[in-house]
Antibody, heavy 123, light 106 residues
Framework: DVQLVESGGGLVQPGGSLRLSCAAS????????MSWVRQAPGKGLEWVAN????????YYVDSVKGRFTISRDNAKNSLYLQMNSLRAEDTAVYYC????????????????WGKGTTVTVSS | SYELTQPPSVSVSPGQTASITCSGD??????ACWYQQKPGQSPVLVVY???KRPSGIPERFSGSNSGNKATLTISGTQAMDEADYFC?????????FGGGTKLTVL
C-alpha cells in the first residue's frame, strides 16, 4: 500500500526548534515531488513547502522562509522539515503529501497524504 | 500573491446536486484540483487537473474550470459527502489553497 507516516511533532516553546519526518512506502519515492501542508486548529489548509525529486529545487510559503528547511533522503525514502524559531502561529497539524508536477504545465496536485503530526508552540 | 476564494458554506438536500465554486484571477489558465476533508481525517484528492477523478473516487464528483472560476459538482449528493472541500492551484512555484467550503447535506 502507498503510505506516508509523519512523526516528530510535539510541544515546543516559542523560539524553539523541531524536526518533522515523513516515511514513505509503497511507491518510488525518488520519482515524486513532496510537500508539507499544515492546518491550524479549526482553520483551512496552508501549503508550507515543496521539494523536487532530487532536492535541487525547494519552495516555501513566505511566512516560513528563513525559518523552515525542507529536505529529503531518497535512500531512506524520507522527507523532513526542520523548523526553527517557532512561533505560536506555527501551531498546526503538519501533513506530508506526495506531489504531482510537470515542468511547463500549470498544475501541482497532491494525491497521497499522511495522517499528520501535531506541532504545538506554547510556553 | 495569488488568491483563491470559496464560499464558506454550501447546503444541499440528499440526492440533489451540490456546486462549490472557487474563484481566482484567470484561474481557467491554470489547473485546479479539489480535496475533501472529513472531521479528524486527512484531505483526500477528489478532482485533479480541473476534471479528472483519481481511482476510487465516485463518478458523482466532477469538476470544471473556465475564466475566473473552477467548480466542483457533486451529483446525487449523499450524506457521506458532508465535509470540507478545498480547491487548490499552482502559481509562481507556490501551492495555493482556497479557504475551504463546508458542505452540509440536510
Amino acid at each position: 500500500d502507498v503510505q506516508l507516516v509523519e512523526s516528530g511533532g510535539g510541544l515546543v516553546q516559542p523560539g524553539g526548534s523541531l524536526r518533522l519526518s515523513c516515511a514513505a512506502s509503497g511507491f518510488t519515492f525518488s520519482s515524486y515531488w513532496m510537500s508539507w501542508v499544515r492546518q491550524a486548529p479549526g482553520k483551512g489548509l496552508e501549503w508550507v513547502a515543496n521539494i523536487k525529486q532530487d532536492g535541487s529545487e525547494k519552495y516555501y510559503v513566505d511566512s516560513v522562509k528563513g525559518r523552515f528547511t525542507i529536505s529529503r533522503d531518497n535512500a531512506k525514502n524520507s522527507l523532513y522539515l526542520q523548523m526553527n524559531s517557532l512561533r505560536a502561529e506555527d501551531t498546526a497539524v503538519y501533513y506530508c503529501a506526495r506531489g504531482n508536477y510537470q515542468q511547463g504545465y500549470y498544475y501541482y496536485y497532491m494525491d497521497v497524504w499522511g495522517k499528520g503530526t501535531t506541532v504545538t508552540v506554547s510556553s | 500573491s495569488y488568491e483563491l476564494t470559496q464560499p464558506p458554506s454550501v447546503s444541499v438536500s440528499p440526492g440533489q446536486t451540490a456546486s462549490i465554486t472557487c474563484s481566482g484571477d484567470k484561474l481557467g489558465d491554470k489547473y485546479a484540483c479539489w480535496y475533501q476533508q472529513k472531521p479528524g481525517q486527512s484531505p483526500v484528492l477528489v478532482v485533479y487537473q480541473d476534471s479528472k477523478r483519481p481511482s476510487g473516487i465516485p463518478e458523482r464528483f466532477s469538476g470544471s474550470n473556465s475564466g475566473n472560476k473552477a467548480t466542483l459538482t457533486i451529483s446525487g449528493t449523499q450524506a457521506m459527502d458532508e465535509a470540507d472541500y478545498f480547491c487548490q492551484a499552482w502559481d509562481s512555484n507556490s501551492v495555493v489553497f482556497g479557504g475551504g467550503t463546508k458542505l452540509t447535506v440536510l
